[in-house]
Nanobody, 129 residues
Framework: QVQLVESGGGLVQAGGSLRLSCAPS????????MGWFRQAPGKEREFVAA????????YYADSVKGRFTISRDKAINTVYLQMNRLKPEDTAVYYC??????????????????????WGQGTQVTVSS
């Protein structure tokens, strides 16, 4: 059974930092782009960041650009989301996801929610003002 397990969420004050981790089990996604998405109460799931299969390309939502950094360590099959200068509007459940297709992607493919086939259970991030 393929699972994506997120960790690292929590409660932090505005201006603080958190690092989320995502570790797949059941298979490796070393040839697949990986992404982070988030969903706040009453809102649709939205794209946050994505990284290409080889780590050579990264993509960010405008709302997090310059504050969040996505990375991957292929040696340990883990993807990270470093979140700095957090704001109350960053409060949401954050999901890790693996793309449905291996190999290189264009930006639109890397950023589309429907482009991802495997999802984690999510980790709560709460930013207090």
């Amino acid at each position: 059974q393929v699972q994506l397990v997120e960790s690292g969420g929590g409660l932090v004050q505005a201006g603080g930092s958190l690092r989320l981790s995502c570790a797949p089990s059941g298979r490796t996604f070393s040839s697949y782009a990986m992404g982070w998405f988030r969903q706040a109460p009453g809102k649709e799931r939205e794209f946050v960041a994505a990284i290409s299969w080889n780590g050579g390309s990264t993509y960010y939502a405008d709302s997090v650009k310059g504050r969040f950094t996505i990375s991957r360590d292929k040696a340990i099959n883990t993807v990270y989301l470093q979140m700095n200068r957090l704001k109350p509007e960053d409060t949401a459940v954050y999901y890790c996801a693996a793309h449905r297709r291996a190999g290189s992607l264009i930006a639109a493919q890397a950023m589309g929610v429907r482009e991802y086939a495997y999802w984690g259970q999510g980790t709560q991030v709460t930013v207090s003002s």
